[in-house]
């Protein structure tokens, strides 16, 4: 059991919008620790996608984005896409726990 | 371009030290008050964090793992290595070995932008 809580699935249609949540505490996201979201593909090693709650790397589509409110963070894909077809994990630091990783969502293009 | 790679045996007895290195190219693990991080992913789950080195000698683990978790570099060989000791079947996992961001002259403690493409270690007898 996480201490950050993502949703096991979501879905969406190729265009459509999705958006993963990530439920922390007081002690990690609710304290103004940063988040951070991985894409992690079939067989391959996470990619960074979002760091710093709302930022993204170079490279990163700007259908990526993300954003942070009290306690709890999300990631929004537009325009869905085939090749975003993956596993997604949130990520921040606890105060107890110090890095912590969401449990992951697995985002299933229809 | 800076590229990780792990490195180290792949199946471990129950009771004994899993031990691997990762080997950074392309850049000076000394340089740029980057962390090096270490992480990992049973079959099928998630990904845990288990701990960080950084080149000012700081080092952070989880605490689930602290007890039995060593993670230093050798800027010499410019590498970061990882040490779990007492092992058991729970400790059967992919490993990978990763760079925190740094933009700005901000660094960001978890948030890895450059991965090895990670190990897998098996403990059984």
């Known amino acids: 059991q996480s201490v950050l809580t993502q949703p096991p699935s979501v879905s969406g249609a190729p265009g459509q919008r999705v958006t993963i949540s990530c439920t922390g505490s007081?002690?990690?996201?609710?304290?103004?620790?940063?988040v951070h979201w991985y894409q992690q593909l079939p067989g391959t090693a996470p990619k960074l996608l979002i760091y710093g709650s709302r930022n993204r790397p170079s490279g990163v589509p700007d259908r990526f984005s993300a954003s942070k409110s009290g306690t709890s963070a999300s990631l929004a894909i537009t325009g869905l896409q085939a090749e975003d077809e993956a596993d997604y994990y949130c990520?921040?630091?606890?105060?107890?726990?110090?890095?912590?990783f969401g449990g992951g969502t697995k985002l299933t293009v229809l | 371009q800076v590229q990780l790679q792990e490195s180290g045996p792949g199946l471990v007895e129950p009771s004994q030290t899993l031990s691997l290195t990762c080997t950074v190219s392309?850049?000076?693990?000394?340089?740029?008050?980057?962390?090096w991080s270490w992480i990992r992913q049973h079959p099928g789950k998630g990904l845990e964090w288990i701990g960080y080195?950084?080149?000012?000698?700081?080092?952070d683990n989880n605490p689930s793992l602290r007890s039995r978790v060593t993670i230093s570099a050798d800027t010499s060989k410019n590498h970061f290595s990882l040490k779990l000791s007492s092992v058991t079947a729970a400790d059967t996992a992919f490993y990978y070995c990763?760079?925190?961001?740094?933009?700005?002259?901000?660094?960001?403690?978890?948030?890895?932008?450059?991965w090895g493409q990670g190990t897998m270690v098996t403990v059984s007898s």
């Open positions: 392309g850049g000076s693990i000394s340089s740029g008050g980057y962390y």
């Open positions: 990520q921040s630091f606890d105060t107890s726990l110090s890095g912590v």
């Open positions: 007081s002690s990690n996201i609710g304290a103004g620790y940063e």
């Open positions: 990763a760079r925190a961001y740094c933009s700005g002259g901000s660094c960001y403690r978890f948030a890895f932008d450059v």
């Open positions: 080195t950084h080149n000012s000698g700081s080092t």
